[in-house]
């Protein structure tokens, strides 16, 4: 089944196809990046130290099919459980952004037919991050960052 088009502005989350529900992902990478949250205030804080299984330059997951064998605690994100995770998403992710009722930003790949606009636009980790397995969890407080936006 080929994408219907603009689905986004006329189909729930909840009757896209598989398809289409994948295509929403913009490929920013920033949901593969550790956060810390707060007990008391639920605040929660974004740090460059990424899954290990997250490409820094192409923002893409090196294992996709088999990920959740690899990293058990990656969560895969469907319109039953976005509500739960729809507070530590980033605010430009369009799985959030259209579960708020809200637009596709500009710069989004299904608006401009490239899969690069989003690092154009600077709103992906792209270069930013660093691994994991280079950095004690104790020390991820010293790798907070701004969410790139
Ligand atoms: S934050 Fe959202 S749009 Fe960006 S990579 Fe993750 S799921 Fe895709
Ligand atoms: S396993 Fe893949 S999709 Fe899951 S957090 Fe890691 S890099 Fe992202």
């Known amino acids: 089944m ?3 088009k603009r689905f986004w502005e006329t189909v729930p989350l909840s009757k896209m196809s598989e398809e289409e529900w994948e295509a929403l992902c913009d490929g920013c990478g920033k949901c593969c990046l550790n956060k810390i949250e707060d007990a008391d205030t639920g605040e929660v ?6 899954c290990r299984l997250l ?17 058990p605690e990656c969560i895969q994100l469907s319109p039953s459980n976005i509500e739960e995770h729809a507070y530590w998403m980033p605010a430009t992710c369009a799985y959030r952004l259209l579960w708020q009722g809200r637009s596709l930003p500009e710069w989004h790949p299904l608006l401009t037919g490239d899969p690069e606009s989003v690092h154009a636009a600077g709103i992906s980790v792209r270069n930013r991050t660093v691994p994991e397995f280079e950095v004690d969890e104790e020390d991820w407080e010293d790798h907070i960052i701004e969410e790139p936006s």
């Open 2 to 4: 080929s994408l219907r």
């Open 45 to 50: 804080f974004l740090t460059r130290v990424a």
């Open 55 to 71: 490409d820094d330059y192409s923002c893409q997951c090196g294992q996709y099919q088999i990920r959740k064998k690899l990293v």
